[in-house]
């Protein structure tokens, strides 16, 4: 688990977050939504330690971030899996390569293990025949199953996407939640995706924390989100025609 108390960052005098409080649990996949500008990447940032906060706390499995040793921070880095916007995959190494990059940094693994770990999770996101294959060869499907295949072969407690479905298509978006679904419940891990795309929100948002300029200002899951009566949430989410007739037909049963 995850729990984030009154969390506070700002820049210079512009305060960011302003007291963002809630929980991520493990197994399930925890979306954080909200405009731009509404702080969901300064909030993921301070989830993954890239930014101080000013005050509040961030506890991995009640453990307080700020409190660890810099040993047991780099222990933590070690259990993160992380799946970047435009998956930062490395353009002059291999696929492979690309997924054996946290073995080569995490672990005294020999280079016949890493290629061994690196062909299972390859082949747990259906890219066994392609660890030769360089980046530019791949599309960008293809590169976003290499992020979460590199993101989960060190076998991570805590998983984290950036937007992992920019720039792709309807069909292949809903593969990539599917399969981001599918392995935080095989890995049972806690898994957080920053994302503003509301087909993913009713996909797979079995939990959904509502962002707006800084504040939390709801959470809920895709079964309720229909239901509520929040002027803030029903401004993001029926900004589409097509989700205010989604939420009629939901409310009439």
């Known amino acids: 688990m995850i729990r984030v108390t009154d969390l506070h960052k700002a820049f210079d005098n512009t305060e960011v977050l302003k007291g963002v409080s809630t929980t991520f649990e493990q197994g399930k996949t925890n979306l954080v939504i909200g405009q731009s500008g509404s702080g969901k990447t300064v909030f993921l940032k301070c989830l993954l330690g890239l930014f101080d906060y000013n005050a509040g706390s961030i506890e991995y499995d009640d453990h307080k971030f700020t409190e660890l040793s810099d040993d047991e921070k780099r222990n933590l880095r070690s259990k993160i899996g992380m799946v970047f916007q435009g998956s930062a995959l490395f353009d002059s190494m291999t696929i492979e390569e690309n997924v054996m990059f946290p073995l080569r940094m995490f672990t005294n693994q020999s280079e016949s293990e890493m290629r061994d770990r690196a062909h299972i999770v390859l082949k747990r996101v259906n890219l066994d025949n392609a660890q030769y294959k360089m980046p530019s060869e791949a599309s960008g499907g293809m590169q976003k199953r290499v992020a979460i295949a590199r993101a989960i072969v060190n076998n991570p407690k805590y998983l984290f996407c950036d937007e992992p479905n920019s720039g792709l298509d309807p069909k292949t978006a809903i593969v990539i939640d599917n399969l981001i679904q599918e392995i935080t419940k095989e890995y049972n891990m806690v ?63």
């Open 191 to 253: 898994t957080v995706i920053n994302s503003h795309d509301m087909n993913s929100v009713m996909e797979i948002g079995e939990k959904i924390v509502f962002l707006k300029d800084g504040e939390k200002a709801w959470e809920g899951s895709k079964e309720t989100i229909f239901r509520t009566d929040n002027e803030a949430v029903s401004n993001f989410v029926y900004s589409s025609n097509l989700f205010k007739k989604v939420r009629e037909m939901y409310l009439k049963g």
